[in-house]
């Protein structure tokens, strides 16, 4: 059984590099691309009908944190990236890239510009990064220090299997320096890209002083958008949704599984 919500969801330490942000001073900030552009994007005709899209307002409390990514390709706010985390009864922009903003003559009103997936002629791997509503892949093996794959620095992967049962490849993670100056454009193949320093900064958020699982601050029971039962291993799991949907067990309680109390949000606003 499921229950369609379109719109349901401790400031973090920066790296070198990075802004430590006030939650106070923050959720406020005036700025065309600030929390007050994403709680816009929930208005009726902002974004097509069948885009699945949760403002920060809206966000399950089950999340301390919600990640959204643009992965529009044409708009002045395309190939963005918010982090934020909840600051009293509201929201606030968690941390932000010293280097991107320094001189800019507004404050930071997002974290750091991205590059997200855009298909290659001739090469079938490479595509657009999914949108939709997903949770951080808790298990450890989807979560790698140092150079996870080539090209891929701290790779973070989302939870994913298709309906074949592989696992989702799409990640967010950084990457290497040559390719810096192609943030804020499509480039990848399909994940989430940004400069290494700032991967430092979002892998530090999951794990502090390098915990995982349980032992993180930002572990915790969220709802679970997959059917079948949240296996530890790398087993096929089945029945995903993407659009945020609760799912429900069969006496009326939402699904939920151990995870990282982080939302991600992927959609595109050029469409």
Not at 33 to 60: N, S, T
Request: glycine share 12%; proline share 6%.
């Amino acid at each position: 059984m499921r229950l369609t919500r379109r719109g349901f969801g401790r400031l973090a330490i920066g790296a070198a590099g990075m802004v430590a942000l006030s939650g106070r001073a923050l959720a406020t900030v005036p700025g065309p691309f600030g929390i007050d552009y994403l709680e816009r994007l929930a208005a009726p005709g902002a974004l097509p009908d069948d885009m699945a899209f949760v403002p920060p307002g809206a966000v399950d409390a089950a999340y301390s944190h919600a990640v959204y990514v643009n992965t529009a390709t044409d708009g002045d706010a395309r190939q963005k990236m918010w982090v934020l985390a909840r600051a009293g009864t509201g929201w606030a922009l968690a941390m932000a890239d010293a280097d991107h903003w320094a001189g800019q003559d507004v404050p930071a009103s997002y974290s750091w510009p991205v590059s997200t997936g855009i298909h290659y002629q001739g090469d079938n791997r490479s595509g657009p990064t999914p949108t939709g509503i997903f949770n951080i892949d808790e298990r450890s093996a989807r979560h790698h220090t140092g150079w996870g794959a080539p090209g891929m620095y701290k790779p973070i992967y989302i939870d994913l299997h298709y309906s074949g049962g592989r696992a989702s490849g799409v990640a967010l993670h950084g990457t290497t320096e040559a390719k810096y100056r192609r943030l804020g454009r499509a480039d990848s193949h399909g994940c989430v890209r940004m400069t290494q320093a700032n991967m430092d900064a979002f892998w530090g958020l999951f794990h502090p002083d390098g915990v995982v699982g349980d032992a993180s601050p930002m572990w915790g029971q969220v709802p679970r958008y997959f059917a079948s039962d949240p296996e530890t291993g790398m087993a096929a799991r089945t029945g995903y949704v993407r659009d945020g949907s609760l799912l429900l067990a069969a006496d009326g309680a939402v699904l939920t599984r151990p995870g990282y109390r982080a939302l991600l949000v992927f959609y595109r606003d050029d469409l």
